[in-house]
């Protein structure tokens, strides 16, 4: 039975984690190569020609594994750093809670949150190099001591130079994915995302429709909000960029499932998946 066009991420069952992020991340089809893959299990791969797997390509596949997971688990981690924000904001201020802790606390968790989607974005990037990379590809940049990662600009620049088949549509949605990123982006390059804290709830605020490079202070905002300009909670300005980036995601994995590139890495390395192992809808 060859595998179905579509993935329902409700037959796929894993760890509690995994389980309680999953409708929320949505990811139905990093479920179906989590599956399609024989849970990324080591132990379910075999040679074609019945010999050991080398240490050297185990290890590889590994990494696929630990990257695929690492996707997973760090969107998962966004929306874990909402709930962290709206159980701080749900708790009104008193004389005993200090304004100081809060903004910290709230603000820690923000960071944090679009780390995750950083993070999330360079475990796919690695991914997709490490099902893509053969000898005839040449890397963009090569240290011999060291190991070749690739950020999300440097898989679409390695792509392009090489040419390769998949290119386009593997750009297009890194592309959308770093477009995501704007707020991760300010705070890397400009050193902090400008928020602001209201004194008698405790919420913190961010320019709504904020643009990498939005360098609002403390002594515009008096201005901006009499010019018509209206501000997001820190909580509301994540949710949008959290199900994008989800969205996404689960956009360049549909890509790689339906082009079996999981299938055609297996065969240039000379892997299988041993017939003991059936995924969900076998």
């Known amino acids: 039975m060859s595998k179905p066009q579509f993935i329902d991420r409700h037959q796929c069952h894993a760890a509690d984690k995994e389980e309680k992020y999953k409708d929320l991340t949505a990811l139905d089809y990093w479920w179906g190569l989590r599956e399609l893959a024989a849970d990324f299990d080591i132990a379910y791969y075999s040679t074609v020609t019945g010999e050991d797997i080398s240490r050297k390509l185990k290890n590889e596949i590994t990494y696929i594994q630990l990257l695929h997971y690492t996707v997973e688990v760090k969107l998962a981690g966004a929306y874990y750093q909402m709930e962290q924000m709206e159980r701080i904001f749900s708790s009104p201020l008193t004389e005993d809670t200090s304004m100081d802790i809060r903004v910290f606390e709230a603000k820690e968790a923000f960071d944090a949150l679009h780390g995750d ?19 005839q590809y040449k890397p963009t940049k090569y240290d011999h001591s060291k190991p070749i990662a690739m950020s999300p600009s440097d898989i679409r620049y390695w792509l392009k130079t090489n040419k390769h088949p998949h290119c386009k549509t593997i750009v297009n949605n890194l592309t959308q994915c770093e477009n995501i990123l704007d707020i991760r982006h300010h705070a890397t390059h400009y050193g902090a995302v400008p928020v602001f804290g209201d004194i008698n709830t405790g919420v913190l605020y961010i320019q709504k429709d904020f643009k990498i490079g939005a360098l609002l202070t403390k002594y515009d905002i008096v201005a901006f909000k009499r010019s018509g300009g209206s501000m997001d909670s820190i909580l509301e300005a994540s949710i949008p960029r959290v199900k994008a980036m989800c969205k996404q995601i689960n956009k360049l994995y549909r890509y790689i499932y339906s082009s079996d590139i ?14 003991s192992y059936k995924p969900y809808w076998k």
Do not use: P, W
């Open 117 to 135: 989607l950083y993070q999330s974005v360079c475990a796919i990037a690695n991914e997709l190099f490490m099902l893509f990379n053969r000898k």
């Open 262 to 275: 999981l299938e055609h890495y297996m065969s240039d390395k000379g892997v299988l998946i041993i017939d």
